[in-house]
């Protein structure tokens, strides 16, 4: 039986590059690796089903927290159930479609249970490419890393990975780093940071497709905390479970604690809640959380505690106007990096984007331990650790394997097509993809793409 390199897909566009880059790492070994599409099976997996019928019986099911750590075959999967529920505006405000589209999602896991278990039996595989593992594709991660498998994968703030870590939530953090730099790379360090956070839309990818409000705005000074909302609609619990099952519910408990509090707070809209993009899918998932978070803000718009920033606004715009003891909220956002660099005290979840090794921010892992950072007054609280920063920033802007770095895939696809002159100079990420989607010629391109892939 021939080895193959199992993988989600291998479509004839951006994905090709990707699997390409995969079979190249695997074939230093054994060049004669092909790539097996995955084909879901039609029958569930029955021992599923049951396992969740008797969940149901019991009354876990209509208790949200309790689905989040659901185990089958040592297998949690009520993480990514729960991620995929909640991608539709429906689940947030109907009752009967949230577990229409649980127990749907049920069913498709005990396909994916059925899948895998045909693959190991029949196939002979040790490495698979997998993507968007915050959603059911975490399942397969799980059940392939526990076979010792080796994933490939690919994600913000990473580049294109290669695992085998068992922890799914760990493997797209910002890895712990505790360099000391020099004071000329300290200096170099500080400029990037600089450079990036004075024009942020320029660096961070999905800011792109928002076009931006202009509006000033009169002294912040009064205020003392400000909320940044996230999408309620893409990757909930990307980074694990911290006592909230989605932004949705994270927020509404913050405005609520806040203005039990009786103080003035700030409620900033995400700039993705007004993407401008001819792309459906970003489209439409921008248009579910405006509505979402029009339906939460709407009964506080009397309230004068309260300001809240229903248009797409520049954050630099905000910050220059903000009292400097003014303490930032936000879950998991990359805007904390944003508000460090300016000086702000900073809560956040530690279920993040960044290893909470790294002490940056006030962190919770749970609602009452959020609560009672969120009852501590701004002298209690902690500045980020400065070498700690620096190194974040090094990590993520300063490496060149990072997701901003030279050698990240769209940016050595990006540099071939300037190159051959499809693009021009400052084309961004959608442009390039979309030109490189196009064209007849693609393997030209991706035969001069050579990916260095970090090992996790």
Not at 114 to 137: C, G, I, M, P, S
Request: proline share 2%; aromatic share 16%; with cysteine.
């Amino acid at each position: 039986m021939r080895e193959v390199l199992l993988t989600i897909r291998y479509t004839d566009d951006i994905y090709k590059l990707i699997v390409n880059a995969c079979l190249r790492d695997i074939s230093k070994k054994n060049k004669h690796i092909k790539p097996e599409i995955i084909k879901f099976k039609k029958k569930p997996d029955f021992g599923f089903l049951f396992y969740c019928l008797a969940i149901f019986l019991k009354g876990s099911f209509f208790k949200k927290d309790k689905i989040a750590s659901l185990k089958f075959k040592k297998i949690n999967f009520g993480e990514n159930l729960l991620a995929t529920t909640f991608r539709g505006y429906e689940t947030y405000n109907s009752k009967y479609k949230f577990y229409y589209n649980l127990f749907k999602n049920i069913y498709k896991i005990s396909i994916y249970f059925q899948t895998a278990e045909y693959y190991l039996k029949n196939y002979k595989f040790r490495n698979v490419y997998l993507d968007h593992l915050e959603y059911l594709n975490g399942i397969l991660y799980q059940i392939f890393v526990n076979k010792n498998k080796f994933i490939f994968s690919n994600r913000y703030p990473r580049n294109i990975i290669k695992t085998k870590n068992k922890n799914i939530n760990k493997i797209f953090q910002v890895k712990y780093n505790k360099k000391k730099f020099s004071k000329l790379e300290n200096k170099k360090i500080k400029l990037k940071s600089r450079e990036v956070f004075n024009s942020v839309k320029d660096y961070i990818p999905w800011m792109y497709h928002t076009k931006y409000d202009r509006s000033s705005f009169d002294n912040l000074n009064k205020y003392k905390y400000i909320i940044y909302a996230h999408s309620f609609t893409d990757a909930q619990l990307v980074h694990g479970y911290d006592g909230f099952l989605n932004t949705f519910e994270w927020l509404k408990y913050t405005i609520e604690r806040l203005n039990e509090k009786n103080v003035n707070f700030i409620i900033k809209a995400h700039p993705n809640f007004y993407i401008n993009t001819k792309i459906n899918a970003m489209h439409e998932r921008s248009r579910w959380d405006q509505k979402i978070y029009y339906d939460l803000i709407n009964k506080y718009s009397l309230n004068k505690n309260i300001l809240l920033i229903n248009k797409p606004v520049e954050n630099i715009h905000v910050i220059k106007r903000l009292n400097k003891k003014c303490i930032v909220i936000t879950k998991h956002g990359s805007v904390q990096l944003e508000m460090i660099h300016n000086n702000f005290k900073i809560i956040s979840s530690a279920s993040n984007l960044i290893d909470p090794k790294y002490k940056v921010s006030n962190t919770w892992k749970n609602k009452a331990e959020y609560q009672n950072l969120l009852n501590q007054d701004w002298d209690k609280l902690k500045f980020s650790h400065k070498n700690n920063y620096l190194n974040i920033i090094h990590n993520l802007f300063l490496n060149k394997n990072s997701f901003y770095g030279e050698n990240f895939y769209i940016n050595q696809l990006r540099k071939q097509m300037i190159k051959k002159k499809y693009i021009k100079k400052g084309s961004s990420y959608e442009e390039t993809l979309l030109k490189f989607n196009i064209l007849k010629n693609r393997e030209d391109i991706i035969k001069n793409i050579k990916i260095i892939i970090q090992k996790i």
